[in-house]
Antibody, heavy 120, light 107 residues
Framework: QLLESGGGLVQPGESLTLSCAAS????????MSWVRQAPGKGLEWVSG????????YYADSVEGRFTISRDNSENTLYLQMSSLRAEDMAVYYC???????????????WGQGTLVTVSS | AIRMTQSPSSFSASTGDRVTITCRAS??????LAWYQQKPGKAPKLLIY???TLQSGVPSRFSASGSGTDFTLAISCLQSEDFATYYC?????????FGQGTKVEIK
């Protein structure tokens, strides 16, 4: 199970941290990612992290503003978001990789999503 | 980034129809392609990976093919629960990119 939390309403320029609590699998063995979906739009990969946390990846649209991290002792994935913009408004999903590859490739399990609203 | 283009963007079909959705990559991605199904208000669900491998638990009426730049998802006998939006996703190189989606609606 993947359970996201931390979404909410923020003003442009503010910060927010999302969490994703994982259970039912060996969390530290799998790469994880955040994928977002703006209202009425398609899916956009945002950021990924290896199972160990040693490698991180970002979409150009969030590079330098978002930070992905994980706490394998707590089975939790995080996304720290700063300098939020109107275009960051979306449902944010955490997603588990299907395989034991070091980088995230294909999601075989998704959380239910958490909504981030950026508005003044 | 590799761009993924799906066609059509939407279409209407009837229960029992055979339908196909096409996904084209802006450059060759070998067989590093996945297909997802998403219903309104729900998270995506993995259907296919490695271009043609059915994910465990997915009904056999779903099939997919292709390699390189051109890929197809087929549903052999459309069921009521199959009306949804379908996305392809390449994982040949970073960043992973999704197609814009194809919405399958009831005729």
């Amino acid at each position: 199970q993947l359970l996201e939390s931390g979404g909410g309403l923020v003003q442009p320029g503010e910060s927010l941290t999302l969490s994703c609590a994982a259970s039912g699998f060996t969390f530290s063995s799998y790469a994880m990612s955040w994928v977002r979906q703006a209202p009425g739009k398609g899916l956009e990969w945002v950021s990924g992290i290896s199972g160990s946390g040693g490698s991180t990846y970002y979409a150009d649209s969030v590079e330098g503003r978002f930070t992905i991290s994980r706490d394998n002792s707590e089975n939790t994935l995080y996304l720290q978001m700063s300098s939020l913009r109107a275009e960051d408004m979306a449902v944010y999903y955490c997603a588990k990789d299907r395989s034991l590859a070091s980088s995230w490739n294909v999601a075989d399990f998704w959380g239910q999503g958490t909504l981030v609203t950026v508005s003044s | 980034a590799i761009r993924m283009t799906q066609s059509p963007s939407s279409f209407s079909a009837s229960t029992g129809d055979r339908v196909t959705i096409t996904c084209r990559a802006s450059q060759g991605i070998s067989s590093y392609l996945a297909w997802y199904q998403q219903k309104p208000g729900k998270a995506p669900k993995l259907l296919i990976y490695a271009a043609s491998t059915l994910q465990s638990g997915v009904p056999s009426r779903f099939s997919a093919s292709g390699s390189g730049t051109d890929f197809t998802l087929a549903i052999s006998c459309l069921q009521s629960e199959d009306f949804a939006t379908y996305y392809c996703q390449q994982y040949y190189s970073y960043p992973p990119m999704f197609g814009q989606g194809t919405k399958v609606e009831i005729k």
